[in-house]
């Protein structure tokens, strides 16, 4: 069975810093595209990055390039997103998602930032 | 960007009805496009793949199709556990996007 468990969510202030984990189970994770994506209190699903496991790429939202560091540790199955420069528009709930084209999803991790 | 514009926003509808959510892609993505649905307080949950595949377990009353530009999702007849948000995403060309979702009401 396919877990994701994310961590690493928390309250911060303007201009901090986070880092989120995923830790995976349930599936050859070296072998999957992640993907992290976000969702605001109240409104919709804001994709945020991949990181395409063939190659090593990364790819991000407008909104979260420059501050957003997608990453992950192949040998214990996890994925990282680090979030530096957080302004209170990144306040969302941060899901882990398999697959480039989100076929399984975790159930999130709150971010919160604010004075 | 691609942008996605999904129609309609909100829908009433009643337990039997069939109802159709579109997402119009601002180019073309093939039929890169998959559909979830999410419940209140729980992650999304993948339905329909490649445009019109659907995911293993989802009852067939679901349907996708499209390709280009438009897209639709279809519910032949609505179940009461079927209220939810539907949001189309499209993983044709970075960076993905997503429709603004459609939230399902009873009516």
């Known amino acids: 069975e396919v877990q994701l468990l994310e961590s690493g969510g928390g309250l911060v202030q303007p201009g901090g810093s986070l880092r989120l984990s995923c830790a995976a189970s349930g599936f050859s994770f070296s072998t999957f595209d992640m993907t992290w994506v976000r969702q605001a209190p109240g409104k919709g699903l804001e994709w945020v990055s991949v990181f395409r496991h063939r190659d090593s790429s990364t790819y991000y939202a407008d909104s979260v390039k420059g501050r957003f560091t997608i990453s992950r540790d192949n040998s214990k199955n996890t994925l990282f997103l680090q979030m530096n420069s957080l302004r209170a528009e990144d306040t969302a709930l941060y899901y882990c998602?398999?697959?480039?084209?989100?076929?399984?999803w975790g159930q999130g991790t709150l971010v919160t930032v604010s004075s | 960007d691609i942008q996605m514009t999904q129609s309609p926003s909100s829908l009433s509808a009643s337990v039997g009805d069939r109802v159709t959510i579109t997402c119009r892609a601002s180019?073309?993505?093939?039929?890169?496009l998959g559909w979830s649905q999410q419940k209140p307080g729980k992650a999304p949950k993948r339905l329909i793949y490649a445009a019109s595949t659907l995911e293993s377990g989802v009852p067939s009353r679901f349907s996708g199709s499209g390709s280009g530009t438009e897209f639709t999702l279809t519910i032949s007849s609505l179940q009461p556990e079927d209220f939810a948000t539907y949001y189309c995403?499209?993983?044709?060309?970075?960076?993905?996007?997503f429709g603004q979702g459609t939230k399902l009401e009873i009516k």
């Open positions: 180019q073309g993505i093939g039929n890169d």
């Open positions: 998602v398999k697959g480039a084209h989100c076929d399984y």
């Open positions: 995403l499209q993983h044709n060309s970075y960076p993905y996007t």
